[in-house]
């Protein structure tokens, strides 16, 4: 099992910044992958961006290209989404999940393990 514990949601004004962690515990050798994935009301979850945890490798959704960065601290077990420029419509919920194997990257069904999600709420 892993544990994952998201922090660093809030409120914001549009143009703004954030950045969400992901503290990761339990059997962490078993991850492939860490992803942040969001949901807005109303709306699927979506994927934000995602990262190998061995090489580093990262994919992102189009929608937050060049104004999210993700990254990851292997000593301390921790997963980052900086977010830049946000906008109102990065309003959502925040997920992070760690999957176990690297059968995909990108869909809510290649995830094992959720984090409880932090709130993000930009204002207009």
């Known amino acids: 099992q892993v544990q994952l514990v998201e922090s660093g949601g809030g409120l914001v004004q549009a143009g703004g910044s954030l950045r969400l962690s992901c503290a990761a515990s339990?059997?962490?050798?078993?991850?492939?992958?860490m992803g942040w994935f969001r949901q807005a009301p109303g709306k699927e979850r979506e994927i934000v961006a995602a990262?190998?945890?061995?090489?580093?490798?990262?994919y992102y959704a189009d929608s937050v290209k060049g104004r999210f960065t993700i990254s990851r601290d292997n000593a301390k077990n921790t997963v980052y989404l900086q977010m830049n420029s946000l906008k109102p419509e990065d309003t959502a919920v925040y997920y992070c999940?760690?999957?176990?194997?690297?059968?995909?990257?990108?869909?809510?069904?290649?995830?094992?393990?959720w984090g409880q999600g932090t709130q993000v709420t930009v204002s207009s």
């Open positions: 339990g059997r962490t050798n078993s991850r492939y992958y």
């Open positions: 990262i190998n945890w061995n090489t580093g490798s990262t």
């Open positions: 999940a760690a999957a176990r194997s690297p059968n995909g990257i990108s869909r809510t069904t290649d995830y094992d393990y």
